[in-house]
């Protein structure tokens, strides 16, 4: 396989188990290069066991993941985020009275030790975000939406090719979660980045994504467009309700 197949991210038959518990069971699927992929399903279902093992976290009990043409399965986090594949990572209470600039600056470290480069490099990804005016100020100074962008900024910095979202618009307003569905389909369009977002408000999903993966107690139970989602029989009848209206952009799993 080469690195410039339609397929950056390829998942086979994927399992981790806790104890007796499938976290994740046989799960197998491709993102493509340059989409926006969606990850749903309700709490427990797996999304996050499944994505500390795309990032080497966890190590699956069973499974490939090929990765940009290259079998990443047993090489480490830090060599996978070397190779473009990222998430946001929280800041947390020890590094609170870092700058947005200093933070930012961590995640170019991962690709320089040039810290003019790294400076440079953070400068554009706090850009990228929409933050330069704010780049000096601490992440204690910041409001739950501001560090969101911060940390957004941070995995940029990175320069990833792939980037997983976790719940990333949790906490954020209405408001403030239509400005990050813009922000996010802009560095997409702009930057070429790919991708995976786990998210609750199905809103997000069904704008931004073009492929989605549902997850049921650790399995694949579909994948498809959001049209395809929204409409097929197992995930209306596994999830969404029959209530389940699209344009009213309900939550679910919650
Ligand atoms: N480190 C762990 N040790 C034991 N069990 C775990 C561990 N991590 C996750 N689990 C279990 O694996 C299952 C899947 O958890 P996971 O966090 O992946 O779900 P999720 O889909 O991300 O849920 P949520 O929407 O609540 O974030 C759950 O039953 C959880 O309790
Ligand atoms: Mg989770």
Redo the contacts with the bound molecule.
């Keep these: 396989m080469t690195a410039d197949t339609a397929d950056i991210l390829k998942v086979e038959g994927l399992t981790k188990t806790?104890g007796g518990?499938s976290?994740n069971e046989d799960v197998s699927f491709s993102a493509p290069r340059g989409a926006i992929c969606g990850l749903i399903?309700?709490?427990?279902?797996?999304?996050?066991?499944?994505f500390k093992a795309l990032l080497g976290v966890h190590k699956p009990d069973r499974g490939r993941i090929i990765f940009d043409g290259i079998d990443i399965t047993d090489i480490s986090q830090q060599k996978r985020c070397r190779l473009g594949l990222c998430c946001t990572f929280q800041i947390s209470e020890s590094f609170s009275e870092l700058s947005i600039l200093e933070a930012v600056m961590v995640g170019a470290y991962s690709r320089t030790s040039s810290r003019a480069k790294a400076r440079t490099d953070a400068l554009v990804a706090i850009g990228e975000v929409g933050l330069t005016d704010l780049a000096h100020l601490r992440y204690s100074e910041l409001n739950v939406f501001q560090r969101k962008k911060a940390e957004l900024a941070t995995a940029l910095a990175t320069n990833p090719k792939l980037l997983l979202l976790d719940e990333l618009f949790a906490g954020c307003s209405l408001h403030e979660i239509a400005e990050l569905i813009d922000l996010i389909g802009a560095l997409n369009q702009r930057l070429g980045t790919t991708f995976i977002i786990v998210e609750?408000v199905l809103h997000v999903i069904m704008s931004l994504c073009s492929k989605v993966i549902v997850?049921e107690s650790?399995r694949i139970l579909e994948i498809g467009t959001p049209a395809e989602i929204s409409t097929s029989p197992v995930v209306l009848a596994a999830y969404l309700g029959e209530d389940y209206d699209v344009d009213e952009h309900q939550k679910f799993?919650r």
């Design positions: 806790f518990l976290a399903g309700p709490n427990g279902a797996g999304k996050s066991t499944l609750h997850l650790g799993g």
